[in-house]
Each structure stands twice: as structure tokens, then as C-alpha cells.
């Protein structure tokens, strides 16, 4: 059983809005991603980070920042969000190299 | 190229019958790894299996079962007996050996509806 968090699991927000969806792991995996997903439909890597002070774009560009201070926390913010945004946020963390990847419950986002 | 094609969009099968699900992949690491995920409607993603290039034995995990065969690249899945309750979106992802972050490639995803 992954030990890996996402909050909030659901939210619906106005235009404007400045978010930030947290995720955290327990396990003192270094790697960590961020995922955006529509419901059933593929998974485009937006964010990942190697370890502390480390983090680095993916493939799909994201109007999101995210930060990672320390191990176990990858928190990702929207400035201001837009309805474009809505999507389903889903984080992950890796052990190492070709490692499986454990993934938190997601967040399901609505920007109205 | 690195790639993991799913052609099979969507099936649909009544319970207990078998039903097996495609994934195709592309690659030019000898060294890879492979892996299934569900992601029921809840939408977590569940690790199912990783399986390496160097094993090629199938794998069995009581009413699922996994064919890795390299000569045509594919790593199928297949559920026996289906039950409602495996309807879910089952994907199919890639690791290969060349980025050392760990980037996933995943296929775009088979949605399975088990039908009582």
C-alpha cells in the first residue's frame, strides 16, 4: 500500500482564483510527478522533481508552479486559475531509476 | 521512439467471461521495464504489475495473468472470470532506461465495463 496524499480531493473554485493542491508521501521517495488528467483519458506528465530544491517542466506545459522544499511534500499552485484548468491533478513518487511509481487519489478540479 | 500504444478504447464483456487487453509498445532500450495500472472510477491509479525486459515469464496473480513477449513487443493482460467489480480503466506504461527521472510513457488507456 502506497503511502501518498493529495488534498483537497475535490474543488470547485471562481475564475481568478489562486489554488494550491497539496500532495505528500511518507515513504522518503526522492522523484516526484504531477500528472493532469481528464477523467479516463490519458496521463500528461506536467511537473516532476528529482529531490530537494529540484524541480523541472514535463512534457505538457502547465501554467502551474510547484515547489519542493522538502522530501516528502510537492505542493502545485495556479496563480490564477481559469476554467482551461479543469482537470483531474494526480501526484506520484518513485523509490529510483525504472521504480514503480505510487500514485495519490487525485484531485478533481472545477475552475467555474 | 518511445511509445505504448492501447488500440482497444473501449470493451465491453459480461461478467465471467475473459477478456484479455492489448498494449503494444516501441522502444530502443534493451533495458526497460513495464508495468499495468487501474484507475477504477474513484480515478486513483492502482499498480498492478511491473514487469523487466529480461523476464519473459507470464505472470499470474490469481484471476489475472500477464503475456510478455518480446519478439512482437507486447505485454498483454488478460482477466479471467471477469467481475463488475473489474471495470475500470487499465493502462499500460513504459520505463525505459535512457532518462534517469524515472519518465513513465504511458498508453492512452482501455476502459473495461463489466456488464452483470
Known amino acids: 500500500e502506497a503511502d501518498i496524499y493529495q488534498t483537497p480531493r475535490y474543488l470547485v473554485i471562481g475564475t481568478g482564483k489562486k489554488i494550491t493542491l497539496e500532495c505528500s508521501q511518507t515513504?522518503?521517495?526522492?522523484?516526484m510527478y504531477w500528472y493532469q488528467q481528464d477523467p479516463g483519458m490519458e496521463l500528461h506528465l506536467i511537473h516532476y522533481?528529482?529531490?530537494?530544491?529540484?524541480?523541472e517542466k514535463g512534457d505538457l506545459s502547465s501554467e502551474s508552479t510547484v515547489s519542493r522544499i522538502r522530501t516528502e511534500h510537492f505542493p502545485l499552485t495556479l496563480e490564477s486559475a481559469r476554467p482551461s484548468h479543469t482537470s483531474q491533478y494526480l501526484c506520484?513518487?518513485?523509490?529510483?531509476?525504472?521504480?514503480?511509481?505510487?500514485f495519490g487519489p487525485g484531485t478533481r478540479l472545477l475552475v467555474l | 521512439a518511445q511509445k505504448v500504444t492501447q488500440a482497444q478504447t473501449e470493451i465491453s464483456v459480461v461478467e465471467k467471461e475473459d477478456v484479455t487487453l492489448d498494449c503494444v509498445y516501441e522502444t530502443r532500450d534493451t533495458t526497460y521495464y513495464l508495468f499495468w495500472y487501474k484507475q477504477p472510477p474513484s480515478g486513483e491509479l492502482v499498480f498492478l504489475i511491473r514487469r523487466n525486459s529480461f523476464d519473459e515469464q507470464n505472470e499470474i496473480s490469481g484471476r489475472y495473468s500477464w503475456n510478455f513477449q518480446k519478439s512482437t513487443s507486447s505485454f498483454n493482460f488478460t482477466i479471467t472470470a471477469s467481475q463488475v467489480v473489474d471495470s475500470a480503466v487499465y493502462f499500460c506504461a513504459l520505463s525505459p532506461s535512457t532518462y534517469n527521472f524515472n519518465k513513465f510513457y504511458f498508453g492512452s488507456g482501455t476502459k473495461l465495463n463489466v456488464k452483470p
Open positions: 515513504m522518503g521517495h526522492d522523484k
Open positions: 506520484a513518487s518513485t523509490k529510483a531509476t525504472q521504480e514503480t511509481q505510487y
Open positions: 522533481s528529482y529531490g530537494v530544491n529540484s524541480t
